[in-house]
Each structure stands twice: as C-alpha cells, then as structure tokens.
C-alpha cells in the first residue's frame, strides 16, 4: 500500500511538473503578477530565460523581427525582476546571477549576427549589465 502511494505521488508530481513547463509566457506573467512579492523575482527571470531562449531559436531560424522582440521580452522581464528582488529584499544574489548568465548568452549570440543586427542586442546586453550592477551595489554598497 505504502509503494503504490509513493509511486502515485512520483506521477502525480510529474505530470504537474509537466504542465507548469508548458504554461505560456503570457500565463507565467500573469501568475508573477500575482504572486507573492517575494516569489516574484524568480517567476520573471524565468519568463526573461525563456523569451532569451526563444530568441535564440528564431535568430537561428532566421526570424530576426520575432527574435528582436524576444529580446525586448527578456529586458522587461529582467527589470521587473531587478525591481521586485530590490523591493521585497528577496533573491538579490539569484536574480543577479541569472542577469549574468543572460548577458553572457546575449553576448554569444550577438557575435553570430550581422554588424547591422548587433546594435539592438548590445543594448539589451548594455541594459542587463547595469541591471546586475545596480543589484551588486544594493547587495555589497556602503549604505549596507
């Protein structure tokens, strides 16, 4: 009795694991909105790693329109989490993890591109870089 409850939670816990990774960006954004101040952070770096994701498939695909618009994606969502990791003083130190982790792959996608097509990714890369500072200087700055 003890093994089947054990096996039928693994599913259960599966098959809802399964479905929160096929939630849309548009329903993750809704369910960040929503949530719990400090939940917050994470549920948008989620949704920016997602759309930086995306927008490295349809620049690979040749989508630039679509792929430009994924990268806006992934600044909004990163300045909502820089926003909501200061405001709740919660997940500062993940929230500028993932900010380099993005930059660093904005980076590495950039350099794949065309000269005419950089610029609108170098600003991206710009703006998550000042992002992680700001976050940086909240976490280690003199008025600390």
Not at 98 to 125: T, W
Request: proline share 2%; charged share 30%.
């Amino acid at each position: 009795m003890r093994r089947t409850l054990t096996i039928a939670v693994i599913v259960m816990s599966t098959v809802l694991g399964g479905a929160a990774a096929k939630e849309s960006v548009q329903q993750l954004a809704a369910r960040a909105d929503a949530a719990r101040p400090e939940d917050r952070p994470g549920l948008y770096i989620e949704i920016a790693e997602r759309q930086l994701k995306a927008a490295t498939e349809s620049f690979g695909a040749a989508k630039d329109d679509d792929a430009l618009a994924a990268v806006k994606d992934v600044v909004t969502y990163s300045e909502k989490a820089h926003d909501a990791a200061i405001a709740s003083h919660n997940k500062l130190k993940n929230t500028e993890i993932a900010l380099r982790k993005m930059a660093a792959k904005l980076r590495d996608v950039k350099r794949m591109l065309s000269f005419e097509d950089q610029a609108p990714v170098q600003a991206a890369v710009d703006r998550l870089e000042t992002l992680r500072t700001d976050l940086l200087s909240k976490m280690f700055g003199k008025g600390k």
